[in-house]
């Protein structure tokens, strides 16, 4: 059985910890350990490999957390331009699969506490799905959530599907207890979901077939962007399982949660005995049931309840529990303002290492720069600002113009704005810089790229 991750989404309802390049499902909120790592390991026992469906920025996240693993399973990747919903991702992958290949599709961002539970409700699943069947795990509700869609189910028998409810309705599902909430896990073979694809959603399995036979195939499948934007948009949800004929549904109790908000997450977190999160540098003195999230600053609350604090090195979010459903709120805001902070981290992760933001004003910008060894930055020109590089370790090879030399710690050089330049790590450890921008315009969208290493336009 293949285990078939899908690493889409920005989880904004955990903003500031969640940003558009290092999302959720990559922060390393469990002991050191991200989400993602916690779905590797938990579905290794029974998945001989994995195929993970990510955008070309996650790319480089999940392979570095895999082989922080250890892990002996090569990962299949399938890179996606832009996302188009789980229903084309699950496709492009099962494309590239033998028809008869077991599929079990799992979100990367979930988590799941009780292992034995868990591994008997995939086995159950597997033996549904040998049989031709599209399966779904329908979650045992412990409250009535009205964040999630439920399933209406008589044993292994789906009545229905239903959208998020009104709270009385939720209230009235949970009496009931027929009703599971829809966890967004699969178990299918390849090909029997290709075909219920092609008979329910026929325009979207032939731009799929389209986009995959014009992908680049080899150590990943790199869909082209123009075949990926003819693909229609929906949920898998949405384009097969409400239509076909051939779903089960597993009730499964298995410790879920998709910590898709604070309050969530704080329900998922060791806490002292008066109910606040672990944090070493505070000081809680009358202060109860409060998430606190933040290891850079001291964190002082007194005489506070039920908040959460939510402190990173370049955003601080306080806000009562229960009000998480409204960050996306601020982190709309933020982007109407055209601030980067919904996007990147003041340490940002890229395919050659990464950058941290020291300082930023008007006109100029501080960074400090780690290059991984044998890695390189594309050879690109910026059109609004200059740079200045002073080397503190390693050795760096810089291409500026026509001309390339060694710069070695505590030597520099200077690269004119419009002039295109590279910088390279061609020694045996990491390469640590200062940069220094200067300029009209310091956005990290000032980058025209000629060549790169890793795809990126």
């Known amino acids: 059985m293949i285990n078939l991750i899908l690493c889409g989404g920005s989880g904004t309802r955990l903003w500031p910890v969640s940003r558009t390049l290092l999302p959720k499902q990559f922060v390393p909120l469990f002991n050191g350990e991200s989400l993602f790592q916690k779905t590797v390991q938990r579905n290794q026992p029974f998945c001989e490999r994995f195929v993970i469906v ?18 002996t399973h ?14 084309p991702a699950i496709a492009l ?14 979100p990367s961002d979930h ?17 549904l799905a040998r049989q031709n069947q599209l399966v779904t795990f329908g979650i045992q509700p412990g409250y009535a959530e009205t964040g999630f869609g439920y399933i209406e189910a008589d044993g292994h028998e789906v009545r229905s599907f239903k959208e998020k409810p009104s709270q009385e309705t939720a209230e009235s599902y949970l009496q009931q207890g027929n009703y599971f909430w829809n966890s967004g896990m699969f178990c299918f073979k390849a090909g029997v979901f290709l075909e219920e694809l092609k008979t329910h959603a026929p325009e979207m399995y032939d731009a799929c077939v389209t986009a995959y036979e014009q992908s680049e195939k080899g150590d990943f499948l790199r869909i082209p962007l123009a075949a990926m934007l003819a693909i229609p948009e929906n949920s898998i949800d949405y384009a097969v399982m409400e239509h076909s004929d051939q779903v089960k549904v597993v009730p499964s109790d ?3 949660s998709d910590v898709g908000s604070f309050e969530s997450l704080s329900e998922e977190l060791p806490t002292d005995a008066d109910g606040n999160t672990q944090v070493d540098n505070s000081i809680l003195l009358n202060a109860q049931n409060n998430l606190i999230i933040g290891d850079q600053r001291l964190i002082a609350l007194l005489d506070v309840e039920d908040l959460m604090v939510i402190d990173t090195d370049d955003a601080l979010l306080i806000a009562p529990k229960g009000s998480g459903q409204k960050i996306k709120r601020v982190v709309e805001e933020l982007k109407a303002q055209g601030s980067e902070l919904p996007m990147i981290h003041q340490t940002a992760h890229r395919p050659w290492g990464t950058y941290t933001v020291l300082e930023s004003e008007d006109k100029y910008k501080i960074k400090r720069i780690v290059v991984k060894p044998g890695k390189r930055l594309s050879l690109q020109k910026h059109l609004h600002r200059s740079e200045h590089w002073v080397v503190v370790s390693g050795t760096a090879t810089v291409t500026v113009g026509e001309k390339t030399q060694l710069v070695r710690p505590n030597e520099s050089t200077y690269i004119p704005i419009g002039e295109v330049h590279r910088l390279e790590n061609n020694g045996q450890l990491d ?3 200062i940069e220094a921008q200067v300029g ?3 956005g990290e969208d000032d980058i025209i790229r000629f060549e790169d290493s890793y795809g990126r336009t």
């Open 431 to 433: 390469l640590v810089l």
């Open 440 to 442: 009209e315009y310091t």
């Open 254 to 256: 298995i410790g879920w």
């Open 111 to 127: 988590l799941i506490k009780q292992q034995n539970a868990y591994e008997a409700a995939v086995t159950e699943a597997a033996a």
């Open 74 to 87: 090569t990962p299949q990747f399938v890179l996606e331009p832009v996302g188009r919903n789980t229903a």
């Open 93 to 106: 992958a099962c494309l590239s699969l033998d028809p008869e290949e077991l599929v079990f599709v799992t």
């Open 54 to 71: 990510s955008n070309q920025e996650q790319y480089f996240l999940a392979l570095d957390q895999m082989q922080a693993l250890n892990l």
